[in-house]
């Protein structure tokens, strides 16, 4: 029997209430709180309490993986928001400063904000993305926080409370009527923020009316979430986890898919008795759980790591899904792990293990015109290449086709690849440029 637990959020304002903090200096206190004023903080009491080793701090992965470092801002970003607090300005002068910089962290990485915006009667849909023909993103107005901040996140910008840095949805359900125009879609993620952080009776108003006939073009409802991670007693002893579960059961008993796209971070995260609990509900009612993560420098960036929550992940009965590149958004240069090592870190991890871990496919770049796997690196007419193609793109006809980007040991992400033997652009750029050049317009005459 699992004990329940009453979830308790602590943000910038609070952390000198966290007991466990005590055992950092007030100069390491005082650089948390510095970059908190530019990156979005918000932790919990399970995870200060039963997955963060305090006797290893700082090097605790999980610690890295919720705690602001000083070294997550440039040098010359930090100075500038440490003198904003330490001159002690009021609320919204440190909001300007830092939204300042937060602009020179590539809030919307991928063309979030000016190329995955569908349109519908030449009006922008609000809070989805549709970046491939089958799959639609939808933003749940009551979605747009997490139980904890993961200080990587590449959506970071949803969190600092900035509008024209937000998706949601507003609540006419436009997003049905645009879903319910596009029979090709097949598969619609919901994602946020966090969609668990909302309540049965909210999640069920989004969910529920998928089940109805003129949704059944719909095959595939997914979750994308860290609650599992973050907050396990969501599926285990909060109020409403019965009803949330039952809500499960019956998507599927009308012949739905649902997964869950847990997100896990390091296999730390998988070893308290609540979320084996909370994973097996799931199970119990059907849901399958898939997982995924980037490849983040101090918390998960060898394979030792990688090939020990791979196994446990199977244990458990989920299904290893996705290994990422960390995006250029954010603290990048804080995380970033050149393509060339993540490349060894997944190989070396692979082979480690049975075929039935063997399903996580990486590593993947979510660049902007598309999914670039790394197949590989190989010698071809004497040069040393990356061997790249498209799991999933903008123009499905790029999807499966070979393309090779001169090798380079320090690269971190597509844009700073070139094109191998001379050539002068990948197969795709062209093609590209014309979408995005056609989705720029359309972006300003709607939004600026």
């Keep these: 029997m699992t004990d329940s637990k009453k979830l308790k959020i602590y943000q910038l304002k609070d952390l000198e209430n966290i007991p466990q903090l005590k055992v950092l200096s007030q100069e390491e206190l005082f650089n948390i709180k510095v970059v908190a004023n530019v990156l979005p903080f918000r932790v919990n009491n399970y995870v200060i309490e039963e997955l963060i080793d305090w006797s290893n701090i700082p090097d605790d992965p999980i610690f890295h993986l919720t705690f602001m470092q000083k070294d997550m801002l440039s040098s010359k970003q930090f100075n500038k928001m440490a003198d904003a607090v330490n001159k002690g300005l009021g609320k919204q002068e440190l909001k300007e400063v830092a939204n300042e910089i937060r602009h020179e962290l590539n809030p919307h990485p991928a063309g979030q904000l000016t190329a995955n915006i569908p349109f519908m009667d030449d009006e922008p849909v609000q809070g989805i993305q549709h970046k491939y023909r089958e799959t639609v993103l939808v933003f749940p107005t009551g979605g747009q926080t997490c139980h904890a901040y993961c200080t990587f996140c590449f959506r970071w910008a949803q969190f600092v409370g900035n509008n024209d840095m937000q998706f949601a949805t507003d609540e006419s359900k436009k997003f049905q009527e ?194 670039i796997l790394i197949e590989g690196i190989a010698e071809i007419n004497n040069e040393k290449v990356f061997v790249l193609n498209f799991l999933q793109a903008r123009n499905p006809d790029w999807v499966k086709r070979p393309f090779f980007a001169s090798y380079d040991s320090k690269a971190t992400w597509f844009n700073e690849l070139v094109p191998a033997f001379g050539e002068e652009e990948f197969f795709f750029e062209e093609e590209l440029s014309d979408i995005l050049s056609e989705k720029r317009e359309r972006f300003i005459e709607n939004f600026l």
């Design 178 to 371: 645009y879903l319910m125009n596009n029979k090709q879609i097949t598969d619609v993620l919901f994602t946020g923020g966090d969609p668990m952080v909302m309540s049965y009776l909210k999640l069920k108003a989004y969910l529920e009316p998928l089940l109805e006939p003129e949704f059944d073009h719909i095959k595939n409802i997914r979750i994308g979430t860290k609650s599992l991670s973050y907050w396990p007693y969501r599926y285990v002893t909060d109020k409403d986890a019965d009803d949330l579960l039952e809500l499960f059961d019956k998507i599927m008993s009308k012949g739905k898919h649902l997964a869950i796209m847990a997100h896990f971070s390091h296999y730390k995260e998988l070893e308290t008795e609540v979320v084996k609990r909370a994973i097996r509900r799931l199970r119990n009612v059907g849901v399958k759980i898939r997982t995924q993560s980037p490849v983040i420098k101090h918390v998960n960036d060898t394979s030792q790591v990688w090939e020990k929550m791979w196994q446990q992940q199977v244990n458990l009965g989920l299904i290893p899904y996705y290994m990422f590149i960390e995006r250029n958004t954010g603290a990048k240069n804080y995380f970033e792990v050149p393509i060339a090592k993540v490349f060894e870190i997944y190989r070396e991890a692979f082979k480690s293990v049975s075929g039935l871990s063997r399903t996580a496919r990486g590593p993947v770049m979510s660049a902007m015109p598309g999914k």
